[in-house]
């Protein structure tokens, strides 16, 4: 019968955490590790691909003759990992941007744009921080795409809604509830920390 060894069903970040506590380090030191590790990525790693792969857009009818200070608006970006890299040197991620606005409880207007983001120079690093990486850098690097698109779309459909706001994201390096403790950020940036 074979052995039990916790966290063999643990998620590859799971993984690494669990290794770099296994190593004897204190929660201050894991937090800066994954803070040099993450740094060293952003150093490291070069973009070289960034592509729209698809498009959805929706707007009804109400959104048009609405007070546009009545609409209600979500953003909320999602990153799926594709590759981390640690076997060839190139991660890859799925950042798909959703923007709405809702009249009331009636979403009126909706706007998915999906990219495909990859980048090379992965070296010396784990799961958890190609992650991390992929999760800040890769989104701030598609949002500005999306949000010019977003305004192109918005121009075309005669919404004139208010512009995308400019966001800051916040790298966490925490785990569980230790993620979105931080500060707020200066200024007309929206904080915006990983899941």
């Not at 052995?3 to 190593?23: I, L, V, Y």
């Not at 952003?42 to 973009?47: E, F, K, Q, Y």
């Not at 795409?145 to 004139?160: K, T």
């Amino acid at each position: 019968m074979p052995e039990n060894h916790q966290g063999a069903n643990a998620s590859p970040p799971e993984q690494a955490a669990q290794g770099t506590a296994a190593a004897g380090l204190n929660h201050q030191e894991i937090f800066e590790a994954r803070r040099d590790e993450y740094n060293k990525l952003v150093a490291s790693a070069h973009l070289i691909a960034l592509i729209l792969e698809k498009v959805d857009f929706k707007i009804l009818p109400e959104a048009l003759s609405a007070d546009k200070t009545t609409l209600k608006r979500h953003l909320a970006p999602k990153t799926k990992i594709m590759s981390t890299g640690l076997d060839d040197g190139t991660c890859m991620a799925s950042v798909t941007w959703d923007v709405g606005f809702k009249l009331k409880n009636k979403t009126v207007v909706k706007c998915s744009a999906s990219y495909i983001i990859s980048y090379d120079g992965v070296k010396d690093c784990t799961a958890d921080g190609v992650t991390i990486f992929l999760e800040n850098v890769g989104r701030v690097a598609t949002y500005a795409y999306f949000r010019a698109l977003y305004a192109q779309l918005d121009w075309s459909a005669n919404l004139g809604s208010e512009p995308l706001p400019v966001i800051q994201f916040l790298p966490s390096f925490r785990k569980g509830s230790e993620v979105g403790k931080s500060p707020p950020p200066k200024g007309n940036a929206v904080e915006m920390t990983p899941p």
